[in-house]
């Protein structure tokens, strides 16, 4: 195997990114017909805990938000709407689809 490099990670406001997406997870939750049981499961949650952060009673987690957005964003019937409310931008998903550059050997 080659050696390879991790790019650096783009300067990202983690929070209005949470925000953005807690806003909008009934909503997207709702476009796919998914329980909040399901989608905890999927992501690897409590449904407590996903019903929290649904309802704004806890604050979701970088590493929540990255398996939603994951979800969300690579889903064909929530893409569209998460692209539109920005909640998750270029920047990420560069740092996701090519996050690694092969060293040139010298």
Same mark, same amino acid.
């Given at each position: 195997?080659?050696?390879?490099?991790?790019?650096?990670?783009?300067?990202?406001?983690?929070?209005?990114?949470?925000?953005?997406?807690? =806003?909008?997870?009934?909503?997207?939750?709702?476009?796919?017909?998914?329980?909040?049981?399901?989608?905890?499961?999927?992501?690897?949650?409590?449904?407590?805990?996903?019903?929290?952060?649904?309802?704004?009673?806890?604050?979701?987690?970088?590493?929540?938000?990255?398996?939603?957005?994951?979800?969300?964003?690579?889903?064909?019937?929530?893409?569209?709407?998460?692209?539109?409310?920005?909640?998750?931008?270029?920047?990420?998903?560069?740092?996701?689809?090519?996050?690694?550059?092969?060293?040139? =050997?010298?």
């Amino acid at each position: 195997m080659g050696n390879y490099e991790v790019n650096e990670l783009p300067e990202l406001d983690k929070d209005k990114l949470i925000e953005i997406l807690t =806003d909008e997870l009934p909503v997207l939750r709702a476009k796919i017909g998914i329980s909040q049981d399901d989608i905890s499961s999927i992501i690897g949650i409590s449904r407590q805990t996903y019903s929290g952060i649904e309802t704004k009673k806890r604050k979701m987690s970088w590493n929540i938000f990255l398996s939603l957005i994951l979800f969300y964003g690579y889903n064909e019937k929530t893409t569209d709407l998460v692209e539109a409310i920005g909640a998750f931008p270029q920047e990420l998903k560069q740092t996701f689809n090519i996050n690694r550059r092969r060293k040139e =050997d010298k």
